[in-house]
């Protein structure tokens, strides 16, 4: 008999929300947080906005060392992260205390590591006087620090770490780096982990922020991020899409085994009931125009989760607000369900929120559990033209129950994860 995995609780630090209580009546204010960046200087630059926390973190984590707040300056992942630990701390100090560390996990989804230079500018210009290669000596002291948590660079382990060491979880510590769908595949892992009778319990998640020059131009170059020009820069869905939102945010689900639950005699507040993988090798930075693998994850996440077409409530959508996703994202989504398909509210949060990449789909699994609690299905926002009218786009906030949904992201490199999800609390 298959297994159950529970989701317990959950918590977020997104642009729109600092703490997962504050989730839905963000999302119901239709307020976005697409504006002027303020971490950095964008001047003469064509990507100008984001979607950046702006709400100060540091009286989260201000019980933290003062090594691990002063690294926190520096490492915009790790600031997130323990944000997302200090919102949730108190409230899980009873769960905590239950934990089998032997029977406890950590997966975390991250995105690419960016060096900050701006902080490190003495040993650059040191090489760059000394004639030597500035990355270069970054590097020889990255790798000669006797400390886990660095000011150059972390190492990506120390994310899934910092966690475990908070959770006492000493069954596993893993990271996961798949761009778009990182967190959404550290969750799928995580079922997978109890299912298998590998944990009890695990955290799983992730972090990210693509908030800093490298990466804003970077994206920017492969065409996805819109230029700030006047217009309203992300629209899901719409014909006259042109880009997406550089974002960023961190946050985490608790999964749980159906025996834990019942031993604990714990309310849980989901079922996470299965999911879909795929991969397009298509193309390193575009998904494959055909939309057949994107389909056949859907598909596969309705047969492991034992539902079917009908049964789905609502479909949050990957919806970058891009032109090569959407459309594609659409088509896949007929595929896999159907004529049901035309029937299913579908709509896209990234308009509001920005895309965090590696922490996309924890961002939006949190969004999605609190839009369950609340019975709430938020509108694509900035939909006017809609690309498929025969599709249930919706365009306003709407009061419904959801029992059943998708989650979906979908990743460079043709990377597509599906997460099936039952509400517990109706």
Do not use: W
Request: with cysteine.
């Amino acid at each position: 008999m298959k297994k159950k995995v529970f989701i317990l609780d959950h918590e977020l630090i997104s642009p729109i929300a600092v703490g997962q209580e504050n989730s839905v009546a963000a999302l119901l204010s239709n307020a976005t947080a697409d504006r002027q960046i303020q971490s950095f200087d964008v001047s003469g630059l064509p990507f100008q906005h984001a979607a950046e926390v702006r709400e100060e973190l540091r009286s989260l984590y201000e019980s933290e060392s003062e090594k691990v707040k002063a690294v926190c300056k520096v490492d915009r992942k790790l600031e997130l992260l323990a944000a997302a630990y200090g919102k949730a701390a108190n409230r899980l100090a009873p769960l905590i205390e239950k934990l089998d560390p032997q029977r406890t996990g950590v997966i975390l989804g991250v995105g690419a590591e960016m060096i900050p230079l701006k902080e490190n500018e003495e040993i650059v210009t040191n090489a760059i006087r000394a004639g030597k290669n500035a990355i270069s000596e970054l590097v020889i002291q990255l790798n000669t620090t006797s400390d886990r948590l660095n000011f150059i660079a972390n190492p990506y382990d120390v994310y899934s770490l910092y966690l475990a060491e908070k959770f006492g979880a000493g069954a596993f510590q893993k990271t996961v780096l798949t761009a778009c769908v990182s967190s959404t595949q550290a969750i799928a892992q995580g079922y997978d982990a109890i299912a298998r009778n590998q944990a009890d319990v695990v955290i799983a998640g992730g972090t990210d922020s693509i908030i800093n020059l490298i990466a804003l131009i970077s994206f920017g170059k492969l065409g996805v991020i819109a230029e700030t020009d006047g217009k309203i820069s992300c629209r899901p869905f719409d014909a006259n899409r042109y880009g997406t939102i550089a974002g960023e945010a961190a946050g985490f689900v608790i999964l749980a085994s159906e025996d834990f639950v019942s031993t604990h005699q714990l309310k849980p507040i989901a079922q996470l009931l299965g999911y879909g993988n795929t991969l397009d090798a298509y193309k390193i930075t575009a998904p494959d125009p055909a939309g057949t693998q994107m389909a056949k994850a859907i598909s596969n996440a309705l047969k492991n989760a034992a539902l079917a077409p009908e049964e789905i409530d609502y479909y949050y959508a990957h919806g970058t607000g891009t032109r090569q996703n959407d459309g594609t994202e659409l088509d896949a989504f007929k595929m896999a369900l159907g004529h049901p398909a035309s029937t299913i509210p579908i709509s896209s949060t990234k308009d509001r929120h920005g895309h965090a990449i590696a922490a996309a789909g924890i961002q939006e699994l949190s969004l999605l559990l609190s839009c369950m609690k609340e019975g709430i299905i938020p509108g694509n926002l900035n939909l006017i033209h809609p690309i498929d009218p025969l599709l249930n786009l919706v365009r306003e906030n709407t009061k419904m129950t959801i029992k059943h949904a998708l989650t979906s992201n979908f990743s460079f490199g043709g990377i597509n994860t599906v997460l099936a999800v039952k509400n517990e609390l109706e």
